[in-house]
């Protein structure tokens, strides 16, 4: 199924069963999903044809990064079992990045490849502990522009570089977003957030939303909500 919409559900679950439950309160026509760390080591690649049984569109989120051919293997097989984009960490570097397009390349494999710039809940003081200068627009510049170069589809990055990254890279260059709250929801854990409407006319190309879906009492209603914001751009 192809869809049209900019919206990815985060399946944040500890259990198969559990990501399913909502997965089955969801429309796969108006939204795409994601799978994570906990949900995929928890429950392994069963979740993937689950959620593809039912329609679905899956981005598997596990941030991928080790020395290349690793990478590139695992990359590999997550297109294998069909997802619709798959992450790796910008931070390792060129090699390991132009391995990894390199392989679904060699394959005809058009999953999607993405790479993180930098997690939304890091600040200054976080880049800085580890050894960054410069602040996180610099680094989430320097790492997208590199991605780019290595042929990779696009980034995960903060709605608040996406206006950036389109204009130094492009349009095209996909830029998906976590940390999307709409203006009545909490901030939890994610620091550098924006509401769906600012974070689609920065420049993000895909939203990625959790709790402000999947905990509502009627998540497709949660869905619309946002929908007609988007649609008032």
């Not at 994570?36 to 979740?47: H, I, M, N």
């Not at 997550?78 to 960490?89: C, E, K, P, T």
């Not at 602040?135 to 320097?142: I, M, N, W």
Request: proline fraction near 4%; aromatic fraction near 4%.
């Amino acid at each position: 199924m192809s869809v049209a919409s900019p919206l990815i559900i985060a399946l944040d679950y500890t259990s198969q069963d559990a990501a399913l439950c909502m997965a089955d309160r969801l429309d796969p026509s108006r939204c795409r999903v994601k799978v994570g760390k906990e949900l995929f080591t928890r429950s392994g690649p069963g979740v993937l044809e689950a959620l593809h049984g039912r329609g679905f569109e899956v981005f598997l989120d596990l941030k991928f990064h080790d020395i290349p051919n690793t990478v590139a293997g695992a990359v590999e097989a997550a297109a294998d079992q069909g997802v619709w984009m798959v992450n790796l960490h910008a931070s390792g570097g060129r090699r390991m990045m132009e391995a990894a397009r390199e392989r679904l390349d060699q394959h005809r494999l058009a999953t999607h490849l993405i790479a993180v710039t930098v997690l939304t809940s890091m600040q200054e003081e976080d880049l800085a502990e580890t050894g960054v200068t410069g602040g996180a627009a610099e680094q989430v510049l320097r790492l997208a522009t590199l991605a780019d170069e290595c042929g990779l589809d696009g980034v995960v990055c903060s709605s608040h570089e996406a206006a950036h990254l389109s204009e130094r890279i492009g349009a095209d260059f996909l830029k998906v977003t976590p940390g999307i709250r709409p203006a009545s929801a909490l901030a939890d854990d994610q620091r550098r957030i924006m509401t769906p409407s600012a974070a689609m006319a920065a420049g993000s190309t895909h939203l990625v939303v959790g709790r402000p879906v999947t905990q509502a009492s009627d998540p497709m209603q949660a869905l619309a909500s946002i929908e007609q914001e988007l649609a008032g751009i």
